[in-house]
Each structure stands twice: as structure tokens, then as C-alpha cells.
């Protein structure tokens, strides 16, 4: 089991899904806030750590630096799989699992920056954009959670703290058709319905 690791965190930010995540797997952890007003993230200090300047960033007990919410979710997950939040590497479920990690983060993400950031501008191609459109996108998802109680095996994974966060997320901010949408609105209210998640909201 993993010894304790350093989380930079800021409430209004990705790194609250993977403070849900932490919760989730019950990881122990210190962490150190992280103020944007303040420019932390910009202090040569947090550089040296992550010279993207973002978070989350989880630093391991052995000094790893793990960065991207969808690959410190994955690596949680696997690091303590007591917690069942991962299918078994090389059954199909694993790979369904990676799809909606990959997913969210290759897919969802563009798109919904795209759609909200970028209002006046036409549609990028969607040939050529690697998310196709927004609408495709949100189609996906749609059918996705509509199936199924969860993205993955009919069980709750961390491709479902992934994108229940993210969609939570987009509809807070007015995202279009996420608010609308029965099935998507369903699905988030399901999966946020956790202790890990109520601690993971609670002030650090
Ligand atoms: N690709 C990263 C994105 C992380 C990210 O953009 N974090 C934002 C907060 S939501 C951030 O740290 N922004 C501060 C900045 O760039 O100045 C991930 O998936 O975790």
C-alpha cells in the first residue's frame, strides 16, 4: 500500500475529482493548497514540481509526480485495488474502462472547451478534430450512461469519478444539453451519491 503522498488541490479546479478519487481508494494524504489569485501554481517551487503549472498534482511517497486527473484516477485505482474502482488488466472491462479514461480526457474535454470558449467561432472540422464534434460527443455519453448504471460493467469505476465529475462540472457551468438531458442528469446524480464523494466536497 502507498505511504503518504502530497496532494496540491484547489476546490474550483480538476483537482476535485481527484480528491473524490482519494477518498474513494482512502489514500493517505497531506494536502497543500494551492491559490490561484495568489499565483502558487506559477511560484518557482510548484514549477519545479510540474512545470505545466496546473493541478492536480499528486506527489508519490517516492517523489513521483503524477499529473492529468484521468492518469493519477488510473493510477489510484490500481495502487489500491481493495477498493474495486478498476477491472482486471486484460479482460474486456479493462479496456471499456480505458476508453472512458481516454475518453473524458482526449474527447469531452476539447470538445466541452471548444463549445464553451470558443461560442462565435464555427465548429473546428470535425474530420479532422480528434473529438469529432460536440454533439457527437454528448450523443456518446448520452447513449453511454443511458445503458447502463455505470460506464463499465454495470459496476462503479474510476472512469465513472472521471466523467461523473466532468459532466457534473459542464452542466454547473451551463454546458449546453448537459442540464437537459434526463439520462446524463440521472447518471451524475447516481454516481455522486458516495461518502467519498460528500468528504471529497467538504472544505480541505
Ligand atoms: N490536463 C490536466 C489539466 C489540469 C488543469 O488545467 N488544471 C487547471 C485547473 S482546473 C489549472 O491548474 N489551471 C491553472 C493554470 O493553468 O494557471 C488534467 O487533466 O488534470
Known amino acids: 500500500m502507498p505511504g503518504r503522498m502530497t496532494f496540491y488541490y484547489?476546490?474550483?479546479?480538476?483537482?476535485?475529482?481527484?480528491?473524490?478519487?482519494?477518498?474513494?481508494?482512502?489514500?493517505?494524504?497531506?494536502?497543500?493548497?494551492?491559490?490561484?489569485?495568489?499565483?502558487?501554481?506559477?511560484?518557482?517551487?510548484?514549477?519545479?514540481?510540474?512545470?505545466?503549472?496546473?493541478?492536480?498534482?499528486?506527489?508519490?511517497?517516492?517523489?513521483?509526480?503524477?499529473?492529468?486527473?484521468?492518469?493519477?484516477?488510473?493510477?489510484?485505482?490500481?495502487?489500491?485495488?481493495?477498493?474495486?474502482?478498476?477491472?482486471?488488466?486484460?479482460?474486456?472491462?479493462?479496456?471499456s474502462y480505458y476508453r472512458w479514461l481516454f475518453f473524458g480526457g482526449s474527447c469531452f474535454e476539447p470538445a466541452l472547451t471548444e463549445t464553451m470558449m470558443r461560442r462565435d467561432a464555427a465548429p473546428l472540422s470535425k474530420g479532422s478534430v480528434g473529438w469529432g464534434s460536440y454533439n457527437d460527443v454528448v450523443d456518446t455519453l448520452e447513449l453511454a450512461v443511458s445503458r447502463n448504471p455505470y460506464l463499465v460493467g454495470g459496476q462503479?469505476?474510476?472512469?465513472?469519478?472521471?466523467?461523473?465529475?466532468?459532466?457534473?462540472?459542464?452542466?454547473?457551468?451551463?454546458?449546453?444539453?448537459?442540464?437537459?438531458?434526463?439520462?446524463?442528469?440521472?447518471?451524475?446524480?447516481r454516481v455522486v451519491d458516495r461518502d467519498a464523494y460528500r468528504r471529497a466536497m467538504r472544505p480541505a
Not at 72 to 87: E, K, N, T, V
Not at 160 to 182: E, H, K, M, T
Open 10 to 95: 484547489n476546490p474550483m479546479s480538476r483537482a476535485a475529482t481527484a480528491r473524490w478519487m482519494l477518498e474513494e481508494v482512502g489514500a493517505e494524504y497531506e494536502t497543500v493548497p494551492v491559490d490561484f489569485e495568489a499565483g502558487d501554481n506559477r511560484k518557482p517551487d510548484f514549477l519545479a514540481i510540474n512545470p505545466m503549472g496546473k493541478i492536480p498534482t499528486l506527489v508519490l511517497d517516492d517523489g513521483t509526480v503524477l499529473t492529468e486527473t484521468a492518469a493519477i484516477l488510473a493510477w489510484l485505482a490500481d495502487a489500491y485495488p481493495s477498493a474495486g474502482l478498476a477491472p482486471a488488466p486484460g479482460t474486456p472491462s479493462r479496456g
Open 156 to 189: 462503479f469505476s474510476a472512469a465513472d469519478v472521471y466523467i461523473g465529475s466532468q459532466l457534473s462540472w459542464a452542466g454547473s457551468f451551463g454546458a449546453p444539453r448537459i442540464q437537459d438531458s434526463a439520462a446524463i442528469q440521472a447518471y451524475v446524480e
